[in-house]
């Protein structure tokens, strides 16, 4: 478990209601740069912060450390309820923009993903453009793990939610492979789909004594953050290294150009979930509920 310490160094550099003020908040190994936002708000700034607090959590417990020294986040004012976000590479470290709606209650922060998503992009490198899928896809699929292991989420909701979206990642007749279509889902939903074989993969060779998150640990470790351009085969050598397999470069050269359909209610059912009255049940007896198991175990 990773314990992580907060402060603020500095809070404050306005005066009045309608200019943004800017505060420091101290993470393990890192500092994240905070602009809220000038307009009025439902939510309190020191709400806006423990959301901010609550994503760092998940995401330095899965990585085991907050993926970069330095963290640029600009709140701004938006529409409605909704929350939306973008990150994007800086040399020193990210910087994300995130919308958050004026009327948004605590409510929507307290069930938010959208922070913990965009905090994940930190803790890849920076890949390109035709392999958006492995980024995007790694904070699809780490976003509800993280979440779970520090108790923000069940771990069923993770479940229901990979068994009622994953279907979005699987190729239509005009696929050509995760390099070669850039469709939301297949980006999105593709790049998640990817995860979890390898995750799956890496736990049956290692006796599930490893999984995904060793991988992305040890992408993270040999300096593989948002800060860095790398090449896909790079990472997933790291990746590889750090596990002791060929899993992700072999799925990687099984998936790249070629449409590669998952039997998703197979792997379902080796897992030994499934739905049920709009929840998830668990088959205990299922062939690989441990390797379930230990997906968002902590």
């Not at 800086?90 to 938010?112: H, P, Q, W, Y």
Request: proline share 3%.
């Amino acid at each position: 478990m990773t314990f992580l310490v907060f402060s603020i160094t500095a809070v404050r550099l306005a005066t009045h209601d309608r200019v943004p003020q800017t505060m420091a908040l101290q993470v393990s190994g890192g500092e994240i740069q905070i602009t809220f936002p000038a307009e009025p708000m439902k939510v309190s700034r020191q709400e806006l912060v423990e959301w901010v607090r609550t994503a760092v959590r998940a995401v330095s417990h899965y990585y085991g450390k907050f993926p970069v020294r330095r963290y640029t986040l600009l709140i701004e004012a938006g529409n409605g309820y909704e929350v939306h976000g973008v990150t994007y590479q800086r040399k020193d470290g990210g910087f994300t923009r995130v919308t958050i709606g004026e009327e948004a209650e605590v409510s929507e922060l307290k069930n938010d993903w959208v922070l913990t998503h965009e905090m994940i992009h930190l803790a890849f490198p920076s890949m390109a453009k035709e392999h958006d899928w492995i980024e995007e896809g790694i904070s699809t699929y780490v976003e509800p793990v993280a979440r779970a292991q520090v108790g923000n989420i069940p771990v069923g909701e993770v479940w229901r939610e990979w068994i009622r979206d994953m279907p979005q990642g699987l190729p239509d007749a005009y696929d050509q492979g995760l390099d070669r279509t850039r469709t939301w889902g297949r980006t999105y939903w593709g790049g998640a789909m990817f995860c979890l074989v390898a995750e799956v993969r890496i736990r049956e060779r290692t006796h599930n004594r490893k999984g995904l998150r060793d991988a992305l640990r040890g992408i993270l470790n040999a300096g593989g953050n948002i800060t860095e351009d790398w090449s896909i085969k790079k990472a997933l050598t790291a990746g590889d290294k750090a596990t002791g397999t060929d899993a992700l470069m072999t799925l990687h050269d099984e998936m790249a150009t070629t449409p590669v359909t998952v039997d998703l209610d197979d792997l379902w059912r080796r897992l030994g979930v499934r739905m049920a009255n709009g929840g998830v049940a668990f088959d205990n007896s299922a062939k690989e509920a441990a390797i379930r198991d230990a997906i968002t175990g902590k």
